[in-house]
């Protein structure tokens, strides 16, 4: 598996950056995670949105979905232009039906719901959800391949339930919207001190930050978070890649 960051901001991209935005490659398969402002600009650094096989959502706050209406409108003029693409399906929840509704477009798009106790096959991957704490319905996932995991905590304050769920994971791409000395519980929101816990007790290998805060030194997340965790430890970056 390949993943590469395309955006890791929350809430908003910073200037000439994007929110969450995460595309996940294996066996030529083309998965976009999540779809936030400035992603769909972003990914066309590297892929092209015609050639995106399918896109998981966690939830449907605008820092996590604002570019899906771009999405399907590029998917529709790219058609109009002779790239005829099939139907892009787009996971959601569909615990907010008026959401879940918009993902379905023409025959441009179609949404699929996942549920939580359930494995959905998507291409070559493996995956499974976990709800998490936050504000709206939202999901976190277990994304498996080739012997490998990568674990997605999308927006959530910590729950004890992530420790089995990111247990033994290759990576943790893991939410750090607050410092260690801020309490982001009732945001629905974890902080550094918060993904280093959950990275030393569920034994992942690797921790990556992201959904990161707009103000003060982003690096002293790393040293908040290893104060708990004893593995790697890094900030997400726009088109970081990791191969697992």
């Not at 092209?48 to 979905?65: N, R």
């Not at 493996?126 to 709206?136: E, G, R, Y």
């Not at 569920?202 to 997340?221: D, F, M, Q, R």
Request: net charge negative; hydrophobic share 40%.
């Amino acid at each position: 598996m390949k993943l590469t960051v395309i955006g890791f901001w929350g809430g908003y991209p910073k200037q000439n950056a994007a929110s969450s935005g995460y595309l996940l490659e294996h066996e030529g398969f083309q998965l976009l995670i999540d779809c936030g402002s400035g992603v769909l600009s972003k990914l066309q650094n590297i892929i092209q949105p015609e050639e995106l096989d399918a896109v998981l959502l966690s939830h449907y706050h605008p820092d996590h979905i604002a570019d899906i209406g771009v999405l399907q409108h590029a998917r529709l003029i790219q058609g109009l232009l002779g790239k005829k693409t099939p139907n892009l399906p787009l996971y959601g929840h569909d615990l907010d039906s008026y959401e879940f509704s918009k993902l379905t477009y023409k025959e441009i798009t179609k949404g699929v719901a996942y549920h939580p106790g359930e494995i959905h096959t998507v291409g070559p991957f493996q995956v499974s959800f976990l709800k998490t704490d936050h504000p709206v319905p939202c999901y976190a996932m277990r994304i498996e391949a080739a012997g490998k995991a990568i674990v997605y905590t999308a927006d959530s304050s910590f729950k004890d339930e992530f420790i089995e769920f990111g247990q033994n994971a290759d990576l943790l791409l893991c939410e750090c919207n607050f410092y260690g000395h801020q309490n982001g519980k009732s945001a629905g929101h974890m902080n550094s001190i918060d993904a280093g816990k959950f990275a030393q007790k569920a034994g992942v290998k690797k921790l990556i930050l992201t959904h990161l805060p707009h103000y003060g030194s982003v690096s002293e997340l790393i040293t908040e978070a290893s104060s708990e965790f004893t593995g790697i430890i890094m900030l997400a970056e726009e088109f970081q890649t990791i191969s697992l």
